[in-house]
């Protein structure tokens, strides 16, 4: 763990704008420290997808704030924000690869657009976490040709490149790629160790039953707002 | 609450609403144009992804269109340049034809046409692709990893159709012309050298010309790219690629004949 006393994320009294994000305009409040986990069940995977936007600065707001790593989303300048963005690893649902370049491009761009660090390594990098996931290699196939279970591994690999400091996994693990689930753990586990906050968004929360490492909290995202979970062990 | 409003206030604001209405894709191309320019000088800009971006595309529209203006500018050739140097020798007007030959295909033909190969090969392709990206919500997904959509495909799309428009526009003129020559001279109109007939065509081109003839080329490449993504990016869920290709075309037809006849009026 890190000794950082900083919430890696920390949403106060945010209240987003309903037309431009879609989420019920209330303030949300959160607080995410280093190496922390926050499980949020959320049925719709639209409206989890809308609050990933809103930890990621990318809803507007009516009034309240959005800090990621101790910086105001909305007080930052438009190059620092995309910079702010690109130490956020995300696995998203709606929309979430580009057709227009290859599965290992998808996966790539963000590192090969952010750091200085050489291509190969990266790549090095990416082939690495495939394998942990278990696909055979770095995917090249356009990821629409992709099996659906091949694609969340590889939105898994695309998430955990270049040890993010955040993590927003929207339904990163489901029933049907549950054979995944150790891989995904314990990235999990070494993301937290590392000091990255985390971030799980699921349809299904009888997936993190067997989940109880510290530092974890459970929540639930309805139309009223983020509610605290009964955790059932 | 409008009703309070006094009347000439009440005109003013229909006024103001139906201009902003009718000049919004020409203020939208404004500012992405200073956009482009201004993180175009910015070494920040010129990323890894940036870089790939811009080879694609230069790759895809100078490299891709290179066969598309070859054809034309033979089939230009020999349709008018040849006929030209025929007609105006039979004529009696041979002393004109390198100054006709100068003014109508190098300034005013070579860049609509290119313009043309350009807006169906690459322009329509890059709407297209913008279109589906927007409308799929998969942009969302660029922002969302801190990678600005503007950055990594507008920018360096503009500029590498600018770079294309310019070369195919050079490629453009000398083929049409050499054709036009090689068919002349195989059916022994004229005798002269092949370079005798180029010189004279340089020579009776005027010292504005070279200033008006690449800025054609560029601007028109330049704003015809950005005309185009502009209208993929700004597509909304009600839109479909049925609304959007007819609409770009609309616009890239309208960003080329603008451009060529502003400067071919004002510059060259």
Known sequence: MTDDLSAVLELREAQPVFEESGLTSIPYSLRLMPGDCLLIACRDSLRASRFADLCSGLVPLISGQVLCQGLDWHGLAETRAWALRGRIGRVMQQGAWIDLFGTDQNILIQQLHHTRTKTEAIVAEAIALSRRFGLPGLPTLNPARLTAADRAKAACVRAFMGEPRLLLLEDPVDLETADMMTAFLAELTAARERGCGVIWFSREPDLWRGYNAAGTQRLRL???????????? | MKDELPFYRRFLLRLGALTRRQLRFTLMLVGASWGVLREACRPTSWRRTVIFEFKSTLRQAAGGGLFSTLFTAALTGFGIVAQAIYWLGIAGMADTTDSLLATVLVREIAPVLVGIILLGRSAMLSLTQLGQLTIGG?????????????LVLVMPRALAMMLSSFTLGVVFSAISLSVGYGVCRFSSVITMPLWTFLYDIVGAMKPIDYLGIPLKLIISGFLLSLATQLTGLDATRSDSLATLLPRGFARGIMVIMVVNVVLGVTVA
């Not at chain 1, 309805?222 to 062990?233: A, F, N, R, S």
Request: no cysteine; glycine share 8%.
């Open chain 2, 138 to 150: 998969e942009l969302r997904a660029l922002q969302a990893q801190g990678v600005d959509p503007f």
């Open chain 1, 222 to 233: 309805l139309d009223e707002g983020l509610m605290p979970m009964k955790q059932v062990m």
